[in-house]
């Protein structure tokens, strides 16, 4: 088939399938299976497609159709400056969690000790790692899959940073200057687990107790055995949570705190400095 033409009906299959981005999907899951730019498949509409790239091309729209992220049918995520493994033992890398890396950066001082807690695909580690070589990164999670997947990032971005298995901080060693987390922060009940993408996603990475607290919760009042005099502690959280979220920081007794707002206009990151009394 003419890729003009299947573009066209791919569109129409995703559109009836509720796909929200019906255009974006088909391109990148074009550009994918053809190893093409953007650029490339505006001028070769007229291009015939090989059969078993096209056989390829329909199983991935169709996949889409059902519902499926396009980052775990195709395998891979843009995030920030780098482009990211991505797998369904983890979540997939949001734009929303740049706003964590940015406000990250601007508190690591030159050759900061790093640490990223539920590292997932290794984003945000990764990420700052990318921004500032200077950086001592590191990151861990629980799950072991999400581990090795943070290593082959590390591998094919050629970056130095150490990931190991950790269920928080029980292997965790030493002090750090800055910790950051995208913990689990949604409730259980939270219609949203039904929605888009997230239903494909590891339920172990969304959902945390107490309403979604749990984590943040547990989070914030450990951190601080493992932060430096003068250790700034970063967490992603909902955008309903700032509030408890700073009264939980000031319980703990952490100061400077504050809330930075994400690119959607929604509070998102919200973080504190340690200080020894």
């Not at 009836?16 to 019906?22: R, V």
Request: charged share 20%; glycine share 8%; with cysteine.
């Amino acid at each position: 088939m003419i890729l003009g033409q299947w573009i066209q009906n791919a569109k129409k299959v995703l559109i009836s399938g509720g796909s929200p981005s019906p255009a974006a999907d088909v391109k990148c899951i074009v550009c994918h299976v053809l190893g093409v730019e953007t650029s490339w498949i505006i001028i070769h509409d007229d291009f015939e497609i090989p059969c078993d790239q096209e056989k390829v091309l329909n199983d991935m729209i169709s996949a889409r159709a059902a519902g499926k992220p396009v980052a775990y049918i195709i395998g891979h995520r843009g995030f920030w400056s780098l482009d990211l493994r991505c797998s369904e033992c983890t979540l997939i890398p949001q734009p929303d969690t740049e706003t964590l890396v940015e406000t990250a950066l601007k508190h690591a001082s030159n050759g900061a000790r790093v640490l990223d807690l539920a590292t997932g695909t290794g984003a945000v580690a990764l990420a700052m790692k990318s921004e500032r070589p200077d950086l001592i990164v590191e990151g861990c999670d629980v799950v072991p899959q999400a581990v090795e997947l943070a290593d082959e990032n590390a591998r094919l971005n050629c970056l130095d940073v150490a990931f190991y298995v950790s269920d928080w901080f029980s292997g965790v060693k030493g002090k750090f200057n800055l910790i950051t987390a995208n913990p689990p922060y949604i409730s259980s009940d939270d219609p949203h687990l039904s929605q888009g993408d997230v239903r494909f996603e590891p339920l172990s990475a969304l959902v945390a107790g107490d309403d979604g607290l749990a984590d943040l919760r547990y989070i914030i009042s450990t951190a601080s055995e493992y932060l430096v005099d003068g250790g700034v502690l970063l967490l992603e959280h909902g955008y309903n949570q700032a509030d408890v979220v700073r009264d939980m920081f000031a319980s703990s007794g952490y100061s400077s705190i504050d809330t930075v707002i994400d690119f959607g206009g929604n509070p998102r990151v919200t973080y504190g400095f340690f200080r020894k009394q």
